[in-house]
T-cell receptor, first 115, second 110 residues
């Protein structure tokens, strides 16, 4: 079956511009996560959606970052007024609620470069 | 503050050797400890996982050893193969979220 897909795979933007990154989770997965992976670093948790509950935004680094999930499926991560330090790979993952977030299925990521 | 500390940062092993990656944590609320494997250009994929009421779990050539009292766990890759060359992340779960270590880049040479 289809895995988690993300688009675009690569995005180059100028400092100060807004960007939108998209994630299509596995069908039936009610939990969706966004992470940021900087060069040589681990995965930094950004935000977590579970069903119709209010999202856990505790990992968002600043108010320039926001995310939404429409219809319990597709999610969009928006970064406003991008800065060079936002350059990273942004990963999306989804999981079944019964696994409690332990078994997460990751997409291939979007590599964001801010020039 | 790094909640899950992983070492080493990089590891070079000869084919057929044993690769060992270690992780340590402080938060006793963590209730699930997975390892993820990531190849270049791909997202991480779940490799093996353990719960804190078990001291060891083995799946093929991969074994997790878990020491609850020391708050440490490790991944052992037996008979390491060049195809195992990847970055490995340990993680710990709390409240449906995973906290990841910083990763270990493993290179297995023939």
């Amino acid at each position: 079956g289809a895995g988690v897909s993300q688009s675009p795979s690569n995005k180059v933007t100028e400092k100060g511009k807004d960007v939108e990154l998209r994630c299509d989770p596995i069908s039936g997965h009610t939990a969706l996560y966004w992470y940021r992976q900087s060069l040589g670093q681990g995965l930094e948790f950004l935000i977590y959606f579970q069903g119709n509950s209010a999202p856990d935004k505790s990992g968002l680094p600043s108010d320039r970052f926001s995310a939404e999930r429409t219809g319990g499926s597709v999610s969009t991560l928006t970064i406003q007024r991008t800065q060079q330090e936002d350059s990273a790979v942004y990963l999306c993952a989804s999981s079944l609620v019964r696994t409690g977030g332990g078994e997460q299925y990751f997409g291939p990521g979007t590599r964001l470069t801010v020039t | 503050q790094q909640q899950v500390k992983q070492s080493p940062q990089s590891l070079i092993v000869q084919k057929g050797g044993i690769s060992i990656i270690n992780c340590a944590y402080e938060n006793t609320a963590f209730d699930y400890f997975p390892w993820y494997q990531q190849f270049p250009g791909k997202g991480p994929a779940l490799l093996i996982a353990i719960r804190p009421d078990v001291s060891e779990k083995k799946e093929g050539r991969f074994t997790i050893s878990f020491n609850k009292s020391a708050k440490q766990f490790s991944l052992h890759i037996m008979d390491s193969q060049p195809g195992d060359s990847a970055t490995y992340f340990c993680a710990a779960r709390e409240s449906d979220k995973l906290i990841f270590g910083t990763g270990t880049r493993l290179q297995v040479f023939p």
